[in-house]
Each structure stands twice: as structure tokens, then as C-alpha cells.
């Protein structure tokens, strides 16, 4: 599962902000949410599914998220909605070199997996889809990963 932030609107003293949620199951069937948080209180605005959910799963899709959500909203635990302002704390990731390596192995073992290795990438370091896709082409730069398209 990976909870990552996708807009904020400021309105006044407080904001509202969107998070993208996806769940990847081994067999292949994948869930992608958008939750709003406002005020404290977590809503779950669009859900997709492939394969469609049934309505048992679609009603326990709530505590499938609760806890991650919670966790990168800030909410529920030590820190409050302010604070989560300021983004989810990221895992200590190594610059240089050994962060290079270290994406190339998560993004390869992703791969093996059969998930999405630029999924992986964005769990492992904390940082957005951008970022990630960065840090994968500066570790294709540094001979660690295969180049992505044949030189011609």
C-alpha cells in the first residue's frame, strides 16, 4: 500500500489536501483512492478498482486505509493536522552512491515481483513520483540499472 500527498488548498487559516491511495494485491487486483483531509476528519472522495470491488470490500475499503492514511496525515497519532502540513517524515535515505544502489535494488526487486517498481522506489525513499523517477534515472546514470531505451 502507498499513501502519497496530491494538492492542498489553502482557504483561509486552514487547508484542505487530497492524497492518492493504492493498494496492489498479489493476484494482480489493484485499488486507487483519493481521500480528502479536512479539519481532522479523513473522507474518501473516488475509488477505482480493477478487478471492481464488491460492496463487502468496497465498505472495508476504510479500514483497509485507516491506518496508513492516518499515519501520513498525522492524525491519530503524535502529531496533529499541522504538522502534517509540513509532509510526512521520510526515511533516512543515503545520498550519492549508496542511495543510487539502493533504489536500483528496490526498483529490481519490484520487478521480480511483478509490482510497480516506481511504487516501490516512492515507499522505500518517501519522496513524490517525481522525485523517485529522478532518483531511478540517476541510478540508471550511475550504471546500477540497465539504460531505458537503446541508443541509436
Known amino acids: ?87 510526512p517524515a521520510r526515511p533516512d535515505w543515503p545520498p550519492g552512491v549508496e542511495g543510487h544502489w539502493l533504489v536500483a535494488q528496490k526498483y529490481r526487486a519490484a520487478q521480480q515481483a511483478g509490482t510497480d517498481p516506481v511504487l516501490a522506489v516512492m515507499s522505500a525513499t518517501g519522496h513524490s513520483r517525481r522525485r523517485s523517477l529522478r532518483l531511478i534515472g540517476q541510478a540508471r546514470d550511475a550504471g546500477f540499472l540497465s539504460p531505458r531505451r537503446a541508443r541509436r
Open 1 to 87: 500500500m502507498s499513501v502519497w500527498p496530491a494538492w492542498k488548498v489553502r482557504d483561509g487559516g486552514g487547508a484542505t489536501t487530497w492524497f492518492g491511495v493504492r493498494l496492489e494485491f498479489g493476484d494482480g487486483a489493484r485499488v486507487d483512492a483519493v481521500a480528502v483531509v479536512s479539519e481532522g476528519c479523513v473522507s474518501i472522495e473516488d475509488v477505482r478498482a480493477e478487478p471492481a470491488l464488491s460492496l463487502d470490500d468496497l465498505a472495508a475499503l476504510a479500514d483497509w486505509i485507516e491506518g496508513p492514511l492516518s499515519e501520513v496525515c498525522g492524525i491519530g497519532g503524535e502529531r496533529d493536522v499541522e504538522d502534517a502540513e509540513s509532509g
